[in-house]
């Protein structure tokens, strides 16, 4: 069958930004998987996508035009139900081969098969391929109703009757195949072979597509788009990097993907240019100046070697004039005003000190439920001085900066952009006169704020962080606000992330139930049921990122069954579980774990850890404590000092004493005093066992 090349391009009006190279992949990469499906690619067809703020198009090679027939097997209907006792078909069999386009005359030539029930009859048909024009038919419309639209608009056609649903007005269709169209439609529109540049600076308008492989060069070259959203990108960052050595030798633009991609969604033919503004600005604090540049104005700013902001900034402009000092005069006189605002906002805001603002949270909702943030900035301050207190952290300091860390939500600054609540706080912290110590500790008391965010960068920052990640977790636990499936509008999921981050990375020496139990003091405690589904939420956060971390779920088991208390333990105890599975007595003491654990739990009541060696009768028995006397303090020795890999390891001389034990001991013997007697044993062995991690987790 001969292959051509086929294009596609839906010309609408401009697209959200935002969102644009997400949607021009989901259309290329979904019409791609239709046509696939329906027989009409070659195995080595190549896909090409178009994504600009007024097309969405695709490029695919090798496109049949026609799939292959298929040769099909459909179940009919059993045998006993298809044909009668001579042999000959049913009303009910003709009926079904009529719908399929076959008489009588198929019959003979049907297939008879078991499904293990009962003989089943099966009719053998080709179906013919489906032709390129309805198989393209079929993808776009499929295509257009899964693409990730983040709200649809409705619109009329130019009929004025007849209304269409789609993310914005689409104006125009080009479906060809080598050089002819295909007769397709969509969106009211009909396929032909025109489209449309630059709004502004396209060399000829409409553009007529000669042939589907010249689409990306006319368009460019006649049209003045760069079609491909990969392309136009790549483009962006090299006109950044050449006008930012043009700027100044010390200059790099500021690194945002997201900007960077919304920026591309912007405009059709990117040409970076050069703005500036008053050094005096610069006396705010550069991450306001940041904030509203990229926000507002979707400016790249320049950064000096050192990471501090320069007075020069990057536009990303969408027309190519002969001389752009108007474009850039307009862009500078744009921004001015943004940056007046900030540092308006900046003085006007140190005329108060955080302090006198505090008050004033009382009147902000926190939650319905948990009262105002004056409330909950109470709470925090109550549970930062139990942690400062359990860490050894000043805290006075602690107590200074969890009083005052909400503080900045009041300012002009962060009411204009919340992106900034605590970077501010920390600047207004330091011109109030508090040590740099107290004001960091503002800053990061919402660190980390996402995966891979940087840790607070002194102890006061983490005893306020956790205070306040803990009173938000323990709080909403304590109503029942638990996220569901996908649905964590409170981002608990993140809090309870970072204080296990915290935990771990900075290895604080305090227990998970401490922290609990000081959080929930302010509270006046959590029930049984609150409490155990909150431990049970860290400890499945923590699971969940040390799978990320390649740990399997056997380690990961054996080591969290016995939700340790200091989480800075967690890695050494998988160390150690990891070497002890190495082993080549890991599986059989695995598996006598299990047993022993097993046994226990069928003990009515709690079994003592404790041997009478008068009771011991059986050799196997007598060697059994004789080896746990010996193996049991090497074990605790090695667990007290740290060394979980020499605790699990000491282990590795019971196995022969265990083997022989369950092979020739009676656990629950008759007499009373000998079964609570074996008891205790296995008790012991398995207290000995379990310290470092509930190694029957590793049981096949």
Known sequence: MSTQNLLLELFVEELPPKVLKKIGAAFAETLQTSLQAQGLLSADSVLTAFASPRRLGVHLTQVLEQADDKAVMQKLM??????????????????????????????ASLKRESDGKAEVLYFNSTITGVMLSDGLQKALEETLSKLPIPKVMAYQLADGWETVNFVRPAHGLVAMYGADVLPISVLGLRAGCTTHGHRFEAGIDPVYIRDADTYATQIATEGAVIASFA?????????????????????????????LDEVTGL????????????????????????LTMKANQKYFPLLDSKGNLSNKFLIVSNIRPADASTVIGGNERVVRPRLADAKFFFDQDRKKTLASRVAGLDKVVYHNKLGTQGERIARVRAIAQAIAGK?????????????????????????????????????????????????????????????GDELPRNPVGIVV????????????????????????????????LGIIRMLIESKLDIGIDDLIAAAEKPFNGLSAEHRSALLTFIFDRLANALREQGYSAQEIDAVLALQPQRLADVADRLAAVRAFAALPEAASLAAANKRVGNILKKVEGTVAAQVDTALLKEPAEVALNQTLASVKPQAEAAFARGDYTASLQALAALKNPVDAFFDGVMVNAEDVALRNNRQGLLATLHQAMNQVADISKLAA
């Open 78 to 107: 059993p045998a006993a139900v298809g044909l009668g006792a001579d042999g000959k078909a049913t009303p009910a069999l003709l009926k079904k081969l009529a719908a399929l386009g076959a008489d009588e005359s198929a019959v």
């Open 231 to 259: 392309e136009r990108r790549a483009e962006i960052v090299r006109q950044l990097a050449a006008a930012a050595a043009e700027a100044g030798s010390n200059l790099t633009p500021i690194e945002d993907e997201a900007l």
């Open 267 to 290: 405009v059709e033919r990117p040409n970076v240019l050069i703005g500036q503004f008053e050094e005096a600005f610069l006396e705010v604090p550069q991450e306001c100046l940041i």
């Open 391 to 451: 860490l050894g952290v000043d805290a006075q300091q602690a107590d200074t900066a969890a009083q005052l860390a909400k503080a900045d939500l009041l300012t002009d600054m962060v009411g204009e952009f919340p992106e900034l609540q605590g970077i501010m706080g920390r600047y207004y912290a330091l011109h109030d006169g508090l040590p740099a110590t107290v004001a960091d500790a503002i800053e990061d008391h919402y660190k980390p704020r996402f995966a």
């Open 465 to 496: 962080a956790l205070a306040d990640k803990l009173e938000t977790l323990v709080g909403l636990f304590s109503i029942g606000q638990v996220p569901t499936g996908d649905k964590d509008p409170f981002a608990l999921r993140r809090h309870a």
